[in-house]
């Protein structure tokens, strides 16, 4: 299924994009408005210290929920951005949290961490938690989440830096 | 862009690429033909591969250490497994990758000689064999998979 869903995922923004309207363009993965944001699915997932993290912890913050695994080479790209989001954001009240899908866990997630010095909270993921975000079936997959837990915009695969950039500033 | 021909426009860039997709899978292998052979001889198989367009999987040998790579394992029974022989890769630079990754795309062929051990019962079997495989595209990948292959084999 996954040709058909990433050919329909394609349709869907080339029906979207090109010029349908003469008045506005519609930007792709934009900051949805407030009314059409929907509540993001609360999880307990452990961290590299073993400590359970909710994401309603974050109520209050801007939240980039980053699905993401080792093999991934798109997600590599991604990984310094997210590190300088952090940095640059965290006593905003912005926090990137990144959800390895490996099945190796934590095995193959710490080394690889480390080598990338990875500053921002790492979790390992599960099928339960890919479920509740509607099967994260490509990687990567990144959720910007408002102060009241809401998803404000999705980003399936490789997204340009820009935009995430302007996604966390519109929500801070 | 006049209301009716945009729809149909989007009608058909909405559904043409599913008519390209019927294979559902990013990954196929075509159903192996049987192989025959004597005792105490050796035998190759062949199977088939095809990645669908725009995608590809990491070959046998990838250059980063982090990368899965392609893996065609047998169960030995009731031939002996010999060497897995894989095409030659392709190096491919994508908007992902620094440096050039090497990877399969399109169609190929995976070859395994087997070895009919000379006590070995004579008649038909099916030879059951696991590809695993990771693939992505130029800005997603898609977690690892395994495809079951049921290779039939006659020991003369």
């Known amino acids: 299924m ?92 912005f926090a990137v949290l990144g959800v390895a899908m490996d099945e190796e866990g934590w095995d193959v997630v710490k080394p690889f ?31 910007l989440i408002d102060r009241e837990g809401r998803i404000a915009s999705v980003h399936v695969g490789l997204s340009g830096k820009r935009d995430f950039e302007d996604g966390i500033q519109e929500l801070l | 862009m006049e209301f009716k021909s945009c729809c149909k426009l989007s009608a058909v860039l909405l559904f043409l690429p599913c008519l390209f997709a019927q294979s559902n899978a990013i990954l196929t292998v075509a159903p192996p033909q049987k192989v025959a052979a004597k005792r105490n001889t050796d035998v190759t198989a062949k199977i088939e591969v095809s990645i669908a367009a725009g995608y590809h999987v990491n070959s046998n040998a990838p250059h980063e250490a982090y990368l899965i790579p392609l893996r065609l394992t047998w169960t030995p029974a009731p031939l002996e497994v010999g060497a897995v022989t894989f095409p030659k890769a392709r190096d491919e630079k994508y908007r992902f ?22 006590d070995a019962v004579g008649g038909q079997a099916i030879l059951a064999g696991k590809l695993r495989y990771q693939a992505c595209n130029d800005t997603m990948c898609f977690p690892p998979k395994t495809v079951e292959v049921k290779l039939p084999v006659e020991v003369q």
């Not at chain 1, 009314?35 to 980039?64: E, I, W």
């Not at chain 2, 050039?100 to 070859?111: C, D, K, Q, W």
Request: glycine letters at 6%; hydrophobic letters at 40%.
């Open chain 1, 2 to 93: 996954q040709v058909a869903r990433v050919s329909l995922a394609i349709a869907a923004v080339l029906v979207v994009l090109p010029g349908c309207s003469t008045s506005k363009t519609v930007k792709a993965a934009s900051v949805k408005p407030h009314k059409d944001r929907k509540s993001a699915p609360d999880f307990a997932l452990k961290d590299a210290n073993g400590q359970t993290v909710h994401l309603s912890d974050y109520r209050g913050k801007v939240v980039l929920l980053d699905f993401w695994a080792t093999w991934c080479g798109p997600c590599k790209i991604e990984i310094p951005w997210f590190q300088q989001f952090e940095r640059e954001n965290k006593d905003k009240g």
């Open chain 2, 97 to 118: 990758s620094d440096q050039p990754l090497s990877v399969f795309t399109g169609n190929f062929e995976i070859a395994t000689k087997f070895k009919v051990p000379a």
């Open chain 1, 113 to 143: 961490a480390q080598h990338m010095n990875i500053n921002y909270r790492l979790l390992v993921g599960d099928d339960k938690i890919a479920d509740q975000y509607g099967g994260v079936d490509a990687l990567p997959t990144t959720f």
